[in-house]
Nanobody, 124 residues
Framework: QVQLVESGGGLVQAGGSLRLSCAAS????????MGWFRQAPGKEREFVTA????????YLMDSVKGRFTISRDNAKNTVYLQMNSLKPEDTAIYYC?????????????????WGQGTQVTVSS
């Protein structure tokens, strides 16, 4: 069983930055692909970004390319989402996810573990 605990959400003005963290339990963290999804009010959950277990490969959805960066520190069992140049449309609950294979995916059904979510609100 893997537990994921997100932190770092909050309220920020448009153009600002936030860094989300996701701490994972377990001793095989480096074998897990990690990712972030988000869900805005009244909208479906959507993929944001993911990173392979070795951190060799990562993937970002088009609307956040150039603004968001995913990274991980396997020694700390933590994955990060650096969000810059935030826009009001980035407002959502952000969920950290993990799958017990090292290759990432943009399909949330392929992830085995989910965090409780952290709220990000971007004011205009």
């Amino acid at each position: 069983q893997v537990q994921l605990v997100e932190s770092g959400g909050g309220l920020v003005q448009a153009g600002g930055s936030l860094r989300l963290s996701c701490a994972a339990s377990g001793r095989t963290f480096s074998r897990y692909a990690m990712g972030w999804f988000r869900q805005a009010p009244g909208k479906e959950r959507e993929f944001v970004t993911a990173i392979s277990g070795s951190a060799y490969r990562s993937y970002l959805m088009d609307s956040v390319k150039g603004r968001f960066t995913i990274s991980r520190d396997n020694a700390k069992n933590t994955v990060y989402l650096q969000m810059n140049s935030l826009k009001p449309e980035d407002t959502a609950i952000y969920y950290c996810v993990a799958r017990t294979t090292p290759n990432y995916s943009d399909d949330y059904n392929s992830y085995d573990y989910w965090g409780q979510g952290t709220q990000v609100t971007v004011s205009s």
